[in-house]
């Protein structure tokens, strides 16, 4: 499985910005799927994950009520709406693949996007 990230960029504080993720491969065995962020100086965290078959979605409280993540099925592609973005948002955000469903831990995680800059500016 191959995933691939784009959708980054340089956004002003308060601004949008929405992120996809197209998935190749194998696809099938892909029961969860995650998006993470890492800071510069930072430890990659959990943002969002969402269950592939049924859409149920559970994210981190850090952004909670401002992400969106969703799913299109049918074209294998995980997006993530990033609403009301703050500095302390910006980050590389990775989306990543498991095959045992959706976890907030990075281990459970089998397949990794290239991962897409985000900036905000104040």
């Known amino acids: 499985v191959q995933l691939q990230a784009s959708g980054g960029g340089l956004v002003q504080a308060g601004g949008s910005l929405e992120l996809s993720c197209t998935a190749s491969?194998?696809?099938?065995?892909?029961?969860?799927m995650g998006w993470f962020r890492q800071a510069p100086g930072k430890e990659r965290e959990f943002v969002s994950t969402i269950d592939w078959g049924s859409g149920m979605t559970y994210y981190a409280d850090s952004v909670k009520g401002r992400l969106t993540v969703s799913r299109d099925n049918i074209k294998n592609t995980l997006y993530l709406r990033l609403n009301s973005l703050k500095p302390e948002d910006t980050a590389v955000y990775y989306c990543a693949g498991s095959r045992s469903g959706p976890s907030v831990r990075t281990g459970a995680y089998d397949y990794w996007g290239q991962g897409t800059l985000v900036t905000v500016s104040s």
């Open positions: 491969g194998r696809t099938f065995s892909i029961y969860g």
